[in-house]
């Protein structure tokens, strides 16, 4: 199971995070990068969307 979080929570952990559907599927927006584990997840584009790890961050 993938690591996913929804708007307003707590970043399980720093990395790239993609939006995914209500039901997983993929959304056409771009990715954010979370540097560390402070502040909470940004607003998704729709209602019913959350957050997916896909990678560590970049550098």
Known sequence: MATTAKPGEKPPKPG???PIGPRGG???VPTITIEG???HMPPTP???QQWQWI???KK
Do not use: H, R
């Open 16 to 18: 790239e995070y993609k």
């Open 26 to 28: 993929n959304v056409s």
């Open 37 to 39: 584990p402070e502040g």
């Open 46 to 48: 729709d209602n019913g």
């Open 55 to 57: 990678s560590k961050p």
